[in-house]
């Protein structure tokens, strides 16, 4: 985001509309520092400004910046999916998509959060921790995917280091007698990540409605504590595809 220095009137309104703390004063005017700046568009949307000083900049849409707006922006249409936010369904349509069939697990790492951001320097310690135990099943559609240099390694593209983002999500997906070692392998890394982030597990349900006994078992006895989350489809949306079954 920018701000036209010869229109502001240096009135300070847009600056607590920014959730990072990225626009500042200087010589009585207010602008935005683009290192710190991830492009979610709040001071913008707020229309908060009276001169209407805050714009896009040009090049907000240019990679590797880019990235910053389709991992921030929730009215951003990421490039690689075509569907708005940080570019994945993830769970929500499960039952309909049946990405994570019967016996298997999808796991989804959700790494920073508004005021707190993340730079992807961090998130490289969650892949390459990753990598590093043996764990390469990202989810196919995941837009995370493409940022992955050497799925080998866990490195990132060299170019995406210096860029921030709101938040992104790596997801991934395996049978269920991997979770074990996926929660493990996470756990261990959680410390060396400078940002917030939450676990998601998530499979189809049994017969009964019910959580399938043997993950929540594996849940617990690492340590996590949970809360379910369902989402049902009500017989709106039609399964496309069946597998495993
Ligand atoms: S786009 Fe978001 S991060 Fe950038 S200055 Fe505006 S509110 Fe702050
Ligand atoms: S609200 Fe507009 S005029 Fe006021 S400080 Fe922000 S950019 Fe400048």
């Not at 568009?41 to 805050?54: D, F, M, N, T």
């Not at 569907?83 to 049946?98: A, F, L, Y």
């Not at 961090?122 to 995917?145: D, S, V, W, Y």
């Amino acid at each position: 985001m920018i701000i036209r220095q010869e229109t502001c009137v240096g009135c300070g309104r847009c600056q607590p509309y920014c959730p990072t703390n990225a626009i500042h004063f200087q010589d009585l005017k207010s602008t935005v520092d683009q290192e710190v700046c991830y492009e979610c568009g709040c001071c913008l949307r707020a229309q908060i400004c009276p001169v209407e000083a805050i714009e896009e900049s040009p090049h907000v849409y240019e990679y590797p910046r880019a990235l910053r707006k389709y991992f921030s922006d929730p009215n951003a249409t990421h490039a690689l999916t075509g569907i708005q936010g940080r570019g994945t369904e993830e769970s929500k349509t499960n039952d309909v998509t049946h990405r994570v069939g019967p016996g298997e697990v999808g796991v989804a790492i959700e790494v920073g959060r508004p005021n707190i951001g993340m730079d992807l320097k961090n998130i490289q310690k969650i892949t390459r921790a990753l990598a590093r135990a043996g764990i390469h099943e990202i989810e196919p559609n995941n837009p995370f995917l493409d940022m992955i240099q050497d799925p080998l390694t866990g490195d990132l593209k060299p170019e995406l280091i210096g860029e921030r983002v709101l938040s992104a999500i790596i997801e991934i997906q395996v049978k269920r007698d991997r979770l074990r070692h996926i929660l493990r392998t996470i756990k261990g890394v959680a410390r060396e990540v400078d940002s917030v982030f939450c676990l998601d597990v998530y499979t189809m349900l049994e017969p009964g409605l019910t959580v399938p006994p043997e993950v929540l078992e594996v849940i617990e006895s690492e340590g996590f504590s949970w809360r379910p989350n369902a989402k049902i489809n009500m017989g709106l949306g039609r399964a496309w595809e069946r597998k495993n079954s």
